[in-house]
């Protein structure tokens, strides 16, 4: 570990010296590129692992409002979202536990695994809580590979590479989220949303093959030789499980809008409390200045714009008569503009306006989520969710990949994986709980109950979808503040 001027702590990368003509390790050249001689292979093959989960992403997203209409499950159309990001909180915490003592490769390849055999789950369930039990497997398999990716990265990666590396991370949506849509449309409109779900798995082989020699030998163990071999933390574990368990009783109050429903979300309450402050940052939830702020921005950031764009596709599938296909197209776009704002943030030339860019990047997401509903209105035309959400991606593309940036900076070597975790519970966390509410304020307003316009059939209810997106953009603006409390010490 080494300091910053600005007293920072930052990782030092494991040697990745390469071999010459004599067999003698040299060490990379400093004008070496993520795509050098030195990191090609690596780049590449964690690249394809985040191609395959983008794939996931954009194409599911496309398939959901006909799996939960043909499952009956509209009412319940938040948990399907909400349930993978619930238990991904899960797989943060062990994943964070497991890169720390043994290396990233274990977590990297179970949570590969655990996130196939979701998949499969959920295309073949016959009835929407089976689904959802399938989506709830797959965020655990997530939770593991995203906190193992960070680790590799901090670990296999200098400093000066992080900010490249994070932009192609972002960079490897941009195929995804205009093949994704258009591919998961089309497979559902005359296949059937099942296969989009039961296909993707065979999507996994390559990126194993190609990353996981890489990972082993640049970070495959622990960072500390003395940590091989320590047991868990059982505490973390079992505050893992409290905020896992809360974050699902207070989903569940939120979909029964009865008075009964209170019982439940007072133990989630219960649960969640002492496991979110257990597990995150000290001063967190007050945006103490530094890590702690950088850590609730990730979460809401995330949340806001994920709870928003979750309802993106149903609603223009329900109030605007659009296919599956041309409205998971409508996003299409947005994978590229997110892949921009996140190169913007790489350039060594935007590093002392980084908190700056970030800024810009939360009002850009407000504005952008308060625009969507603008459609509901049915003058305005279909096209303007598109151009709304490219830009309001371009401000995301600028704030993830930069808290991820600011949080490795902040990190020592061996609570790399720890904070890694951190950030991961407080995106999924804020997913879920965001999710919960606007999933509870879409059922109180009708929600359940609104079908595809072109049928011609009753039951439409536009404020269901605008009292989903308002608040989401207020939530954004609170980011906007966090923004200015990122640097605990001025440069």
């Known amino acids: 570990m080494r300091l910053t001027l600005a007293g920072m702590a930052v990782l030092e990368p494991r040697d990745t010296g390469v071999a010459d003509a004599s067999g003698k390790s040299r060490p990379p050249s400093s004008d070496e590129t993520v795509l050098g001689r030195s990191y090609r292979a690596l780049s590449v093959g964690i690249v394809s692992v985040v191609l395959l989960v983008a794939f996931e992403a954009t194409a599911v997203g496309t398939a959901m409002p006909v799996a939960a209409r043909e499952l009956d499950g509209v009412s319940l159309y938040a948990f399907a979202f909400s349930g993978y990001f619930t238990t991904s909180l899960l797989g943060m915490v062990l994943a964070g536990q497991w890169s720390d003592r043994r290396g990233p490769l274990g977590a990297l390849t179970s949570g590969i695994a655990t996130f196939v055999a979701g998949l499969l789950l959920s295309g073949t369930a016959g009835v929407?809580?089976?689904?959802?039990?399938?989506?709830?497997?797959?965020?655990?398999?997530?939770?593991?590979?995203?906190?193992?990716?960070?680790?590799?990265?901090?670990?296999?990666?200098?400093?000066?590479l992080r900010p490249a590396i994070m932009a192609a991370f972002a960079?490897?949506?941009?195929?995804?989220?205009?093949?994704?849509?258009?591919?998961?449309?089309?497979?559902?409109?005359?296949l059937g949303w099942r296969w989009v779900f039961v296909g993707i798995p065979v999507l996994v082989v390559f990126p194993l093959a190609l990353a996981l020699p890489q990972i082993r030998r640049r970070a495959g163990g622990p960072v500390d030789d003395g940590a091989a071999g320590a047991s868990f933390d059982r505490r973390r574990i079992r505050l893992a499980l409290g905020i896992s368990l809360g974050a699902g009783l207070l989903q569940y109050a939120a979909q029964d809008l009865r008075p009964l429903s209170l019982l439940p979300a007072a133990a989630g309450v219960a649960l969640l409390v002492p496991a979110v402050l257990g597990l995150l940052p000290r001063g967190t939830y007050r945006a103490a200045r530094g890590l702690p702020s950088v850590v609730l921005l990730r979460g809401?950031?995330?949340?806001?714009?994920?709870?928003?764009?979750?309802?993106?596709?149903?609603?223009?599938?329900?109030?605007?008569g659009l296919s599956p296909t041309l409205a998971g197209f409508s996003l299409a776009a947005s994978g590229a503009?997110?892949?921009?704002?996140?190169w913007v943030q790489s350039r060594p030339?935007?590093?002392?306006?980084?908190?700056r860019l970030m800024t810009v990047g939360m009002v850009l997401v407000a504005a952008a989520i308060a625009a969507v509903p603008s459609v509901l209105i049915d003058a305005v035309p279909a096209w303007t969710v598109a151009v709304a959400w490219g830009f309001g991606c371009f401000g995301m593309g600028?704030?993830?990949?930069s808290t991820s940036v600011l949080l490795l900076q902040l990190s020592a070597p061996e609570e790399a994986g720890t904070n890694s975790a951190a950030l991961q519970i407080s995106d999924g966390l804020s997913n879920?709980?965001?999710?919960?509410?606007?999933?509870?304020?879409?059922?109180?307003?009708?929600?359940?109950?609104?079908?595809?316009?072109a049928t011609g059939a009753s039951g439409s209810h536009p404020a269901a979808f605008a009292v989903v997106f308002l608040p989401m953009a207020g939530v954004a603006l609170v980011g906007a503040w966090v923004t200015t409390r990122l640097r605990s010490v001025a440069r």
Do not use: K, N
């Open 128 to 160: 929407m809580w089976l689904f959802i039990l399938g989506r709830a497997v797959q965020g655990l398999g997530g939770g593991l590979v995203i906190v193992a990716l960070y680790v590799v990265v901090g670990r296999a990666y200098p400093e000066r």
């Open 171 to 190: 960079a490897s949506w941009v195929v995804p989220s205009v093949v994704g849509p258009l591919a998961s449309g089309a497979v559902t409109e005359h």
């Open 300 to 320: 809401v950031a995330a949340g806001s714009f994920i709870a928003a764009e979750s309802f993106v596709p149903l609603m223009l599938v329900t109030q605007r």
């Open 337 to 342: 503009t997110w892949a921009l704002g996140s």
């Open 349 to 355: 030339r935007v590093e002392p306006y980084r908190e």
């Open 398 to 401: 600028l704030v993830i990949s």
């Open 432 to 453: 879920a709980l965001l999710l919960a509410a606007g999933g509870a304020a879409f059922a109180a307003l009708g929600g359940g109950s609104v079908t595809h316009t």
